[in-house]
């Protein structure tokens, strides 16, 4: 088995990723692969990895869905009591990865975490279809539940609750900004002699931009 998973392997060839072709500011290169993404009808193209680790270092990572990006960084919502939350209370750092096999790409963003504003999360949640604002209240996020049977009843006791009623933000329920430090821009090429940028944070808004071995 073990050779048969090492055979596995796909040469990139759609596109490079040269110097003179990219934008000097980060967040406008990633709003340009971002929108080439969209424009290719990626399935969940919003899906990113989000690495955090605990205060001793432990780290972990899953999958969740980006909700906006600016100059101020990559907007990502959850619960606050979570096990991610709990991380980033200890150490408000993390990564986000996003692969978009599809157009042979890769972008990795590393930086510092804040809050969003309680405004920001409010318009946010009340955005939301309203089965998954009463899940936000309903799901006590990473803690050990004894069935989904447990988990239903809850569900249908806060939908009762709030029947009639406005279905406000929980105050452990919100938005995370991550503020990017560096983003690498990964373009998959033939050979794995793949193009790397890596923009790095100078300044205020100033960027500075280093080609990376592959």
């Not at 406005?166 to 919100?174: K, N, Q, V």
Request: with cysteine.
């Amino acid at each position: 088995m073990s050779s048969t998973i090492a055979d596995i392997r796909k040469d990139y060839k759609l596109q490079s990723l040269l110097e003179k072709d990219v934008k000097p500011n980060a967040i406008e290169q990633f709003n340009s692969w971002w929108q080439e993404a969209i424009r290719s009808e990626i399935d969940e193209v919003n899906a990113m990895t989000l690495a955090t680790a605990s205060a001793d270092g432990i780290p972990a990572a899953r999958i969740v869905l980006l909700k906006g990006f600016d100059e101020r960084g990559f907007v990502f919502f959850t619960n606050y009591e979570s096990f991610k939350g709990v991380q980033l209370t200890e150490n408000p750092r993390a990564c986000l990865v996003f692969f978009w096999k599809e157009l042979e790409r890769q972008v990795r963003i590393t930086g510092l975490v804040e809050k969003v504003s309680d405004t920001e999360s409010d318009a946010y949640f009340n955005s939301r279809p309203e089965g998954s604002r009463i899940g936000a209240w309903a799901s006590p996020q990473s803690q050990v539940i004894e069935s989904r049977e447990w988990l239903q009843e809850r569900e249908k006791t806060y939908a009762k609750d709030f029947s009639g009623k406005p279905l406000e933000r929980p105050a452990h329920w919100g938005g995370y900004r991550v503020k990017p430090v560096t983003i690498e821009f990964w373009q998959g090429r033939p050979s794995r002699l793949h193009d790397r940028l890596q923009y790095t944070l100078e300044g205020s808004n100033e960027w500075k931009i280093e080609r990376l071995a592959p």
